[in-house]
C-alpha cells in the first residue's frame, strides 16, 4: 500500500507541474506563481478557519468517549492544507475539495470505519506510550479496590453553556 500511495503522490506532481508548465505559457510565470500564491493564502486562512470548527468538535466527542470521524476529519484538514499550500492547480482542487464539509465527514467517516474494523480484526494496531492497545472486548481490568463514598459539595459546579 506505501508503494501505491507514493507512486500516486509521484503522478500527481508529475500532472501538476505539467499543468502549472501549460498555464505559465498561456499567461506567463509571473501570473501563474501569482495565481498559486492567492490560492494558497485564501486556502490556508479558511484551513484555519475550519480547523477550529473541527477541533470544537474533537473535544466534545472526546468527552464523549467517541472521537474516530472528528479525528479523521482533522487528519483530512491536515492534508487540505497541505495540498493547498503546495504549489498546483490540480493539488488546490484537491485542498478545496477537502474543505467541503459533506465530502470530507463522508471520507472521515469511511477512514473511522475502516480503522474501526482493521482494530477489531488485528489488522491494524494502535500503540499509546509504546504499549498496544486492544480492542474493547479483549481488555481485562483485573483490580481490587474499594468503594469510596462522593459528596455532593466536593464537585466542581458545572455550568451548561
Not at 493564502?41 to 484551513?47: E, F, P, Q, R
Not at 493547498?84 to 464539509?101: H, K, M, R, Y
Not at 482493521?118 to 486492544?134: A, D, E, L, T
Given at each position: 500500500?506505501?508503494?501505491a ?47 477550529f ?40 482542487g ?68
Amino acid at each position: 500500500m506505501g508503494c501505491a500511495f507514493l507512486f500516486a503522490l509521484l503522478l500527481l506532481i508529475g500532472f501538476d507541474i505539467k499543468l502549472l508548465a501549460a498555464s505559465a505559457a498561456n499567461i506567463g510565470w509571473a501570473s501563474t506563481l501569482l495565481a498559486s500564491a492567492v490560492s494558497a493564502s485564501i486556502g490556508l486562512s479558511l484551513v484555519r478557519r475550519a480547523g477550529f470548527g473541527v477541533l470544537g468538535r474533537l473535544q466534545e466527542s472526546m468527552l464523549r468517549g467517541e472521537g474516530g470521524a472528528t479525528l479523521s476529519e482533522g487528519g483530512l484538514l491536515l492534508l487540505a492544507g497541505f495540498f493547498l499550500f503546495a504549489p498546483g492547480f490540480i493539488t488546490d482542487g484537491l485542498g478545496v475539495l477537502l474543505l467541503i464539509p459533506p465530502i470530507r465527514g463522508f471520507l472521515a467517516g469511511q477512514i473511522a470505519n475502516a480503522m474501526g474494523r482493521g482494530i477489531q480484526n488485528g489488522s491494524v494496531q494502535m500503540n499509546i506510550g509504546g504499549r498496544p492497545v486492544r480492542p474493547p472486548g479483549n481488555i481485562v481490568i483485573d483490580t481490587t479496590g474499594e468503594e469510596i463514598p462522593i459528596e455532593r459539595a466536593a464537585l466542581p459546579e458545572l455550568s451548561e453553556e
